[in-house]
T-cell receptor, first 116, second 112 residues
Framework: DQQVKQNSPSLSVQEGRISILNCDYT??????FLWYKKYPAEGPTFLIS?????DKNEDGRFTVFLNKSAKHLSLHIVPSQPGDSAVYFC???????????????FGKGTKLSVKP | DGGITQSPKYLFRKEGQNVTLSCEQN?????MYWYRQDPGQGLRLIYYSQIVNDFQKGDIAEGYSVSREKKESFPLTVTSAQKNPTAFYLCASSPRGGEKLFFGSGTQLSVL
């Protein structure tokens, strides 16, 4: 049973427009969420995170929104650039509920293509 | 440059053979992890270690073994008991108590 779901395998966006990547989770004990970006044949790199005590976190062109009641988070990229084309993974952990350190639960990823 | 080094980048395994994937970090991180990625799938945790000489099984530990004799090194052995070893293997590290993982560039393991 998937605890972290990214229901869109792929997303195509025009350069300069907004990219919105979605993630849903089922475990109400998750209290820390992260987004990673991955290029082919490379390891994922950390992008942005959010704690469950917040509903928004912003870092430059990247903003993550958390809706705890809906168990949903989203990553907004504005404006999108061709270099943003990659697979984006959503990950979650239950840090305050005895979750094993670093035992992140990952979604399957969404492949973002930003067209020039 | 600080980082995580995985080697080799590509590895081929014959039937019944054990192979070992190397992971070295010079970030002075206490915790290290091994993940497996299959096509179209998320990352699944194989083993993790929060301190030298100690490690824990992750969600899919069967057919794998690890050791943590040094803080910098966390090799993963894919044993012959792992019947479906073809995958992309990622090593990661983090400071103790941190979920922000730093990943290596991965090893693609294929079966001949």
């Amino acid at each position: 049973d998937q605890q972290v779901k990214q229901n869109s395998p792929s997303l195509s966006v025009q350069e300069g427009r907004i990219s919105i990547l979605n993630c849903d989770y089922t475990n109400s004990m998750f209290d820390y969420f992260l987004w990673y970006k991955k290029y082919p044949a490379e390891g994922p790199t950390f992008l942005i995170s959010i704690s469950s005590i917040k509903d928004k976190n912003e870092d430059g062109r990247f903003t993550v929104f958390l809706n705890k009641s809906a168990k949903h988070l989203s990553l907004h990229i504005v404006p999108s650039q061709p270099g943003d084309s990659a697979v984006y993974f959503c990950a979650a952990s239950a840090r305050n509920y005895g979750g094993s350190q670093g035992n992140l639960i990952f979604g399957k990823g969404t492949k973002l293509s930003v067209k020039p | 440059d600080g980082g995580i080094t995985q080697s080799p980048k590509y590895l081929f395994r014959k039937e019944g053979q054990n192979v070992t994937l190397s992971c070295e970090q010079n970030l002075n991180h206490d915790a290290m992890y091994w993940y497996r990625q299959d096509p179209g799938q998320g990352l699944r945790l194989i083993y993790y270690s929060q301190i030298v000489n100690d490690f824990q099984k992750g969600d899919i530990a069967e057919g794998y073994s690890v050791s943590r004799e040094k803080k910098e090194s966390f090799p993963l052995t894919v044993t012959s008991a792992q019947k479906n070893p073809t995958a992309f293997y990622l090593c990661a590290s983090s400071p103790r108590g941190g979920e922000k993982l730093f990943f290596g560039s991965g090893t693609q393991l294929s079966v001949l």
